[in-house]
């Protein structure tokens, strides 16, 4: 994996969450304030900001760069909560593996590390927890199985979906929604659909090519 | 819908306001970093400093109670929304006095976060710091030990009482030992008639038919524990008292400090009539007003409706209430 | 059409919002009679008294200025309308200390008229008074020497000239002649955003669409000079400003005390970036701002709106502004 | 005139004037604030309330009782001018004279010149004067003529009627109207409309008997 090639990926994922705002901020208003697709706009322009900076970076720095842009614009729940995952994936890729799919798991394995640690949220609260949960078990099985990257992109996109729709039965026991659980009831959880929506975005771009 | 504002570009609003904010009080403010306040004498070498943050679009939270005998910094966020780790760091070091610092702010997820990871930072840098968070919302969650409540304007109340003991000299620890015996002594609850508009959404927060109230409405216009037809000012105070007595639960013979805050639209006038009836509320459970303050403590832009705080009392919390203040937007002599 | 407030009986809204104040400041106020409110230590022996009065719904209009180096007692009339000469010969009786009172209020004719019946009456049993009138809304007439401007906000600065000279031991004759100055270099203006409801009607006071805006309308919903769409925070005071220093005329080199004023509904946040804007339009002009106030001076129930005043600074008139005042809802240290 | 012939025509033209609320508040409405109706509803409830406890009182003494009564509960511009008319006129009538034209005569004179004392506002400027002068200038003319009781109202009805009407095409120069001169073009002035109604109703009740 490139950092520039890494680039296009995030490049494509800010612009698919940018563009569902209005459907983000809908899904948090049902228990929570209904700002998440504010704040994920701020997170994505702060991103594309980094990106149009980042000739000669690596794709440890890159991902860093991207997670204190993010900490410093987005600084919401979701906003510090991605803005750690990325943190952690930098330091993660510091030294970068060459396989791309092998690149991916440890990725998402120290994202969702870091945002368990941060937002002592657990599987099951009903938060992005659970889709990254989802999409790291993904690629783990993706890893081991030896599929290509646009396969294991595919895959962890269709995790992001169904670990998204899961939520829409679950109770809230973290965050804003965790307030008022009822209302809750039937919708997914936004965070998670968020992180599906990026997910579609990059094995998309994956597929074109 | 245009937005009935008065405001300039919707994403200048936060920026606009602070440069507005300073150019009116150069004497009691100044900002040592983009969207960090402090006071204008800050540190103070010696005294405990205490910082604060949160979301914009509360006045006079969070910023209005940077003054004498109250907080000496805050990290100012984007309307509703959290402040980053990096302003609070940088608030903390302006006003680090050499004996700590006290984190004083409401529970929400991203404002925990940021705080906390301010809090690692600046431990690294040698600054001490200890947290309390406002969690009085007694609508938010039910009552527990690890508390899921959110803070709402009962929070003035809990910078009252730690600016005050601050000032007198007192140590980290000490300061820390009044506010959580304070925060852990005080409920609050509300009630909406109207929502809000954030200027950079530019629609309301919620809907709300005319002839509607949502009782126990967080700040930000969160749900809260039900909605029904609006009720008289007595009925209102009755509902809201009567939760956060039973929650405490506060006992026959309780002294209490009382605040009714305006959430933004509703009148003064009628947050007096409010007043009267959850005066006449608590009498009948017994509990006696000892201090209060009526007015916009914590706001929600323009939202209409009110907020009752009520905080148990001992000698050294009253004392602390007594002392004198002095921010830009409170005062107490 | 229910109205969205926290209120009991519309008719019992007077009364029981003075009952929540002297139940909430019985340190500060006493009540000497019905709908007459009066510092608690009046009169003061030796001490010009100020009585003021208007209509409620205007909070801390007028009520709010009964305090130390304010006004020494009120007559308080129902929501918009003028209290009765019965009221204000009580608060005079109450606040004379033998060295005669100055009646301080907005120009409305039905004030004057109680106003003037209550001098006459008071002068029957040997109590000296003097009127000075609130004229400063430049909006509401063409200025001439008898003035038929109404009063507006502007009014909060004529209490603190007036009281803190009060304060200082002056007589009648002195403090008249600075509050006269005073007034006569005072204008304001303002714009609202929205109607309010006047309990005991029911209804909006007027209309407005959304994305309209009325520059120059009254306190109590009176037509202003124009109605237009909502312009950007800069336009309006812009335009604000432009009318008032081209009025008096203020000239380059001039210093002022600037009050931006919320009508009730809107935010702290929104007067700020007015502040800044208006700042910026008095400089252009070459005005230099030397006194602050930003704030709920003078509130129109929930109405949405502010106004701008600005007053001509002299050495002993800023000397007065920066007196110490203290009321249970104004306090400058 | 009787006191309590007297207390009979009051108490029509208060319902009169209490039923007529809304329609005042909105002509009120176009250049002042839209409260006439209001003020002139407590006025007409503190009159009754008088009468009610008006026994034993002679003409002047019911008609001062009034003016004080209105005093104090509708302290507004028009409740105080109203006042201050009633107060003038049991002042001017405490030596009551037989007939009851003369005693309308007298009343209306007194009440006309202690509002006008009081207003500072002259025939002219659009306000309650103009009708006031109006009744006064017909009430003299049927004196001088010796018309009964009943056509001297009837006569008196019409010019407060005709009065009101005259004002829509005048410029207001005193009150709150005077702020807003413009808007009050084509509007006749609230307060001549509520002496007309007032009239009326007087006018009415003395034709039924
Ligand atoms: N403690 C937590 N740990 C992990 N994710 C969380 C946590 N709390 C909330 N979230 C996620 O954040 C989303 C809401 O983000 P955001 O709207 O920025 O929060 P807020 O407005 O409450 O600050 C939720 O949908 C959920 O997925
Ligand atoms: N100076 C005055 N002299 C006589 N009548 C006046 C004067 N000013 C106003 N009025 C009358 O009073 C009416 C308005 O009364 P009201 O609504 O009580 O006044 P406000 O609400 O302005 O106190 C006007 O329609 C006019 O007839
Ligand atoms: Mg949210
Ligand atoms: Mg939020
Ligand atoms: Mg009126
Ligand atoms: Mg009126």
Not at chain 1, 97 to 108: K, S
Not at chain 1, 176 to 198: F, N, T
Not at chain 2, 259 to 273: D, F, I, K, Q
Not at chain 2, 300 to 318: F, H
Request: aromatic share 4%.
């Amino acid at each position: 994996m490139t950092a520039s090639g890494l680039a296009g990926y995030l490049s494509v994922a800010a612009d698919a969450v940018e563009g569902s705002a209005a459907e983000l901020n809908r899904l948090d208003g049902y228990a929570g304030d209904g700002d998440l697709g504010i704040t994920m706009s701020q997170a994505a322009e702060a991103l594309k900001d980094v990106l149009a900076g980042s000739e000669g970076l690596s794709v440890g720095q890159l991902l860093s760069s991207c997670g204190a842009a993010i900490a410093r614009s987005a600084p919401s729940t979701s906003g510090t909560l991605v803005a750690t995952g990325f943190l952690r994936a930098g330091k993660a890729l510091a030294d970068p593996p060459v396989d791309t799919v092998e690149a991916l798991v440890r990725a998402f394995e120290a994202a969702l590390k870091g945002i368990e640690a941060r937002g002592k949220a657990a599987v099951g609260d009903r938060t992005l927890v659970d889709g990254l949960d989802a999409v790291t078990d993904s690629l783990q099985l993706s890893l081991s199985s030896d599929l290509g990257t646009a396969e294991t992109l595919e895959l962890a996109a269709r995790s992001a979906k169904a670990a998204a729709e899961a939520t829409a039965e679950m109770e809230p026991k973290a965050g804003r929604a965790s307030w008022a659980p009822e209302r809750a009831k039937g919708h997914p959880d936004a965070g998670c659909v968020m992180l599906a929506i990026a997910m579609e975005a990059v094995a998309a771009h994956a597929r074109s090519g | 819908m245009p937005m009935q504002k008065i405001i300039n570009e919707p994403k200048a609003f936060v920026d606009e306001m602070l440069e507005g904010i300073l150019l009116a009080h150069p004497e009691s403010l100044r900002s040592p970093a983009r969207r960090v306040l402090v006071r204008a004498g800050a540190p103070s070498e010696g005294k405990v400093g205490i910082v604060t943050g949160g979301g914009s679009g509360h006045l006079p939270l969070f910023l209005g109670y940077v003054g004498y005998g109250l907080a000496d910094g805050v990290a100012v966020g984007d309307v509703f929304a959290s402040p980053s780790s990096e302003q609070i760091l940088e608030a903390t070091r302006a006003v680090d006095g050499g004996t700590g610092v006290l984190y004083l702010y409401g529970n929400y997820g991203g404002d925990v976060m940021n705080f906390d990871l301010a809090a690692e930072l600046a431990s690294e840098e040698g600054i001490e710091t200890s947290t309390v968070l406002g969690t009085d919302d007694v609508a938010s969650a039910p009552a527990g030990p690890e508390s899921r409540r959110r803070g709402v304007a009962g929070i003035a109340l809990l910078y009252k009482v730690a600016g005050a003991r601050a000032e007198e000299g007192a140590s980290l620890e000490d300061v820390v030992a009044v506010v959580e015996r304070a925060a852990s002594g005080l409920r609050s609850m509300g009630v909406a008639l109207s929502p809000c508009v954030v200027p950079a959404a530019g629609e309301p927060t919620f809907s709300l038919a005319a002839g509607e109230m949502e009782i126990g409405m967080g700040i930000h216009g969160e749900p809260g524990v039900g909605r029904g037809s609006l009720e008289p000012a007595s009925e209102i105070a009755g509902q809201l008292v009567g939760r956060i007595v039973a929650d405490l639960p506060f006992r026959s013979g309780d002294e209490a400090a009382v605040l009714v805050n305006g959430l933004g639209a509703t009148p003064r006038e009628e947050l007096y009539v409010l007043f009267r009836s959850v005066h006449a509320a608590l009498a009948s459970s017994g509990v006696t007003v000892r201090w209060t303050w009526v007015g916009e403590y914590a706001t929600s832009l323009e939202m209409a409706g009110a907020s009752v705080s009520v905080l148990r009392l001992d000698d050294e919390i009253l004392r602390l209430l007594d002392a004198p203040c002095e921010s830009p937007f409170v005062v107490r002599r």
